[in-house]
């Protein structure tokens, strides 16, 4: 196959830093990573005390930098503001903006790792995490905040560093991926492997199929009444419906920005997700967070039904549960940051 330059998928706009760790990074599975690379983001500043520490969770294919995705809810004067919190979000290992992923060159090779990059998982992520932490300096986080996969690894954290958060709020998330979601992330990856190209190396490798990937994703995002509301044609068409092009249009988008091999690794680590593993019981695991919890549940939400979030809310010790309203399904964790800030100031508060 031909040498191709790999594109450039590190839009955020902020200044992205790096931490290297020159050591061997085991991994939950038993493989080793040579070394890694972890790319994060920071907003404001650390104070002497070191106790205005807000740690930022991002989700699937978001990156390093909370201000682009969720610009309503941080940044200066917003609710967690940049002016008196530092606000620090890592972008996760496997993914394809900045940190150690599929795309990235192992030093005993030329070409990058492709679909042959190991298993990760939410522990793994969370491995990483503590090595950035310690290279911060940080040894207490105020706030930890994260939505759908974002909040897995915050659950993951909170409890296997109990002592770690004063505060956390895990949105839209659960604490074991459910079978309902892995069927999910399985029919995508089946989608992928219908394009031949997958398993190549070479820029536009899989793209097809992670644009069929992300149509498929899309109706676990949003659900029947949100096309309803914002798909619908009003005219009578034989073809070229709102509906089709809406998902041509999302597959394209995604492709733009995303590494299939990452999007294909990262939909395998959400599947991993189970707190309980290794920890008796998922309840055992939930009892042992220490931190002021507050748990998000979005009432239209498909992919994690808010019975997900009542049960963590359930079981972690004296947690808050709060329901918020959407036509927007699981994606209102993103969209819906009006009402989300409301509840986190009250909380806070």
């Known amino acids: ?47 002497d005390a070191k106790d205005n520490v807000v740690w930022v969770f991002h989700a699937l294919t978001a990156n390093a930098d909370p201000t682009e995705w969720w610009s309503g809810l941080i940044g200066e004067n917003k609710t967690i503001d940049t002016t008196k919190y530092f606000v620090v979000c890592a972008n996760m290992i496997g993914s394809c903006y900045g940190s150690t992923g599929p795309d990235s060159h192992p030093s005993t090779s030329e070409e990058k790792y492709g679909i042959e990059f ?30 759908s996969m974002g909040g897995q690894q915050l659950l993951e954290w909170a409890i296997s560093a109990p002592e770690l958060f004063d505060h956390v709020c895990a949105i839209a998330t659960n604490a074991h991926h459910s079978a ?51 798909q619908s044609d009003f005219e009578d068409k034989l073809e070229g419906f709102k509906a089709d092009t809406y998902q041509h249009y999302q597959g394209e988008k995604l492709t733009k920005r995303f590494s299939p091999h990452s999007y294909w690794t990262l939909s395998k680590a959400m599947d991993s997700h189970n707190v309980g593993r290794g920890r ?37 010790p004296e947690a808050e549960f709060k329901l918020i309203d959407s036509i927007y399904g699981h994606d209102g964790f993103l969209i819906e940051e009006e009402q989300i800030g409301r509840e986190l100031k009250t909380f806070l508060k």
């Open 1 to 47: 196959m031909p040498s191709v330059k790999l594109k450039v998928r590190n839009t955020q706009k902020s200044k992205v830093e790096f931490f290297s760790y020159d050591q061997t990074f085991g991994l939950e599975n038993g493989s080793i990573l040579p070394e890694l690379k972890i790319a994060y983001t920071t907003h404001g500043k650390l104070n």
């Open 118 to 147: 190991p298993l990760v998982t939410i522990k793994d992520m969370v491995k990483a995490h503590e090595l950035l932490r310690d290279h911060l300096g940080i040894d207490k986080i105020h706030l930890g905040i994260g939505g």
């Open 180 to 230: 309902w979601g892995i069927a999910f992330n399985a029919a995508q990856r089946i989608a992928m492997e219908a394009d031949p190209t997958l398993n190549y190396k070479y820029e536009g490798a899989g793209e097809k199929g992670l644009k069929a990937a992300r149509a498929i994703a899309m109706l676990s995002y949003r659900n029947q009444n949100t096309y309803r509301k914002t």
């Open 280 to 316: 008796k019981s998922t309840r055992n695991a939930l009892k042992k967070i220490k931190a002021r919890s507050l748990v998000i549940g979005i009432k239209s939400d498909i992919l994690f039904p808010f019975a997900e979030q009542r049960f963590i809310a359930k079981n972690i």
